[in-house]
C-alpha cells in the first residue's frame, strides 16, 4: 500500500462518510425510496466520484442487495427498518460503509449490530484470526438477545474488487485467514430478530459481469456496457439505457455472463440491522476510513 494508494481509500471514506449521513437523513415515513436512492447516489456523482455498487436500501426482514428499480413507488413507512448500505470507490479503490435507519423502536437491535462493528474494529491489529473478530461479534449481539446472521460476512478490498479475501464471518469460527497490515477490511455485523440465516426472494435489480464474452443481442451490447462504465463493478437494472434491459439481462445470466444478486432476507416478520465500516490495517490497529 504506497501513499498515493492509501489516500485514495481514505478520500473514498471521507466521502462516503458524509454522504451516508446524509442519505440517511432523507428515510422518513412516507418519503419515496427511489427519490432517496437517486438523491443519495447522485451526491456521490456530484462530488466527481462513483458508486463502487448500486445504493443498497433492505427494510425490515431484508438484510442486503435491495435498491430502486426503475419507476419504483415504494415509499417508507412508520416502523421500518432500514438498511441504507453505499459504496464509494476513487480510482478503483473503495469504500463501504452502512448503517441503520429506525423508523419505530427498535433501539436495542440497532444497538446490537452498531455495538458488534465497534468491538470489532477494536481488536482488529496484525495477527489476529477473522474467526476471533467473528467471536466478538456474535458475542456482543448475542448478549443482547438477537442472533448474527450467520451466512452474512464482511469482506476484504482491493482495486475494483469489493469482494477480495478475507472473508469477515459474523459468528465464531475456528481459524481461519490471519489479518495483516496491509489489508483493507469491510466489517458488516447484522443482527437479526429471525433465525439467523437468510436466503434468496425472486427480486433481482443488481448484477455483475462475471466473464468477458462476445455478445450479439444489442440489448445485451447495452448491458455490457452499463458494465464496462462500472469497470466491472455491480451495477443496478434501472442504469441501463436499454428498453430491452430485462430480456438482455435473463439471456446475459442463462448464459453464466452476469451475476445476480437477488434481494437476501431472513423469515416473514423478523428485523434485520446492520452497520459496517471500511479499516485499513496499520501496524498496531487499523484506520477507520468511513467513520
Given at each position: 500500500?504506497?501513499?498515493?494508494?492509501?489516500?485514495?481509500?481514505?478520500?473514498?471514506?471521507?466521502?462516503?462518510?458524509?454522504?451516508?449521513r446524509n442519505g440517511a437523513a432523507r428515510i422518513s415515513p412516507g418519503a419515496s425510496l427511489l427519490e432517496v436512492v437517486e438523491c443519495t447516489e447522485a451526491m456521490v456523482t456530484d462530488e466527481g466520484a462513483a458508486l463502487a455498487f448500486p445504493l443498497n436500501i433492505s427494510s425490515n426482514e431484508d438484510a442486503a442487495h435491495d435498491t430502486a428499480?426503475?419507476?419504483?413507488?415504494?415509499?417508507?413507512?412508520?416502523?421500518?427498518?432500514?438498511?441504507?448500505?453505499?459504496?464509494?470507490?476513487?480510482?478503483?479503490?473503495?469504500?463501504?460503509?452502512?448503517?441503520?435507519?429506525?423508523?419505530?423502536?427498535?433501539?436495542?437491535?440497532?444497538?446490537?449490530?452498531?455495538?458488534?462493528?465497534?468491538?470489532?474494529?477494536?481488536?482488529?491489529?496484525?495477527?489476529?484470526?477473522?474467526?476471533?473478530?467473528?467471536?466478538?461479534?456474535?458475542?456482543?449481539?448475542?448478549?443482547?438477545?438477537?442472533?448474527?446472521?450467520?451466512?452474512?460476512?464482511?469482506?476484504?478490498?482491493?482495486?475494483?474488487?469489493?469482494?477480495?479475501?478475507?472473508?469477515?464471518?459474523?459468528?465464531?469460527?475456528?481459524?481461519?485467514?490471519?489479518?495483516?497490515?496491509?489489508?483493507?477490511?469491510?466489517?458488516?455485523?447484522?443482527?437479526?430478530?429471525?433465525?439467523?440465516?437468510?436466503?434468496?426472494?425472486?427480486?433481482?435489480?443488481?448484477?455483475?459481469?462475471?466473464?468477458?464474452?462476445?455478445?450479439?443481442?444489442?440489448?445485451?451490447?447495452?448491458?455490457?456496457?452499463?458494465?464496462?462504465?462500472?469497470?466491472?463493478?455491480?451495477?443496478?437494472?434501472?442504469?441501463?439505457?436499454?428498453?430491452?434491459?430485462?430480456?438482455?439481462?435473463?439471456?446475459?445470466?442463462?448464459?453464466?455472463?452476469?451475476?445476480?444478486?437477488?434481494?437476501?432476507?431472513?423469515?416473514?416478520?423478523?428485523?434485520?440491522?446492520?452497520?459496517?465500516?471500511?479499516?485499513?490495517?496499520?501496524?498496531?490497529?487499523?484506520?477507520?476510513?468511513?467513520?
Open positions: 500500500m504506497n501513499e498515493e494508494t492509501t489516500e485514495d481509500y481514505l478520500a473514498a471514506g471521507r466521502l462516503a462518510a458524509e454522504v451516508l428499480s426503475p419507476g419504483d413507488e415504494r415509499t417508507f413507512s412508520k416502523h421500518d427498518l432500514v438498511k441504507i448500505d453505499l459504496g464509494i470507490q476513487v480510482n478503483g479503490y473503495i469504500a463501504d460503509t452502512a448503517m441503520t435507519v429506525d423508523l419505530g423502536k427498535n433501539d436495542l437491535l440497532v444497538e446490537a449490530s452498531r455495538a458488534a462493528l465497534e468491538s470489532a474494529i477494536a481488536m482488529i491489529r496484525p495477527g489476529i484470526t477473522v474467526g476471533e473478530v467473528g467471536a466478538v461479534v456474535q458475542q456482543e449481539i448475542e448478549r443482547r438477545g438477537y442472533r448474527p446472521v450467520a451466512n452474512l460476512t464482511g469482506h476484504g478490498l482491493a482495486q475494483y474488487n469489493l469482494h477480495a479475501p478475507p472473508s469477515i464471518p459474523n459468528i465464531a469460527v475456528s481459524g481461519g485467514a490471519v489479518i495483516e497490515e496491509g489489508m483493507v477490511i469491510a466489517i458488516e455485523p447484522f443482527a437479526t430478530t429471525g433465525t439467523g440465516h437468510v436466503s434468496e426472494r425472486s427480486r433481482v435489480e443488481i448484477f455483475q459481469q462475471l466473464v468477458v464474452k462476445p455478445v450479439r443481442m444489442k440489448s445485451a451490447r447495452q448491458v455490457m456496457e452499463t458494465s464496462r462504465r462500472v469497470h466491472g463493478l455491480p451495477f443496478a437494472r434501472r442504469w441501463i439505457r436499454s428498453d430491452k434491459a430485462d430480456i438482455a439481462l435473463r439471456s446475459l445470466v442463462r448464459s453464466n455472463i452476469l451475476r445476480p444478486f437477488p434481494v437476501l432476507h431472513d423469515v416473514e416478520g423478523s428485523l434485520v440491522s446492520q452497520h459496517e465500516h471500511t479499516v485499513i490495517v496499520t501496524s498496531d490497529g487499523c484506520i477507520i476510513t468511513t467513520r
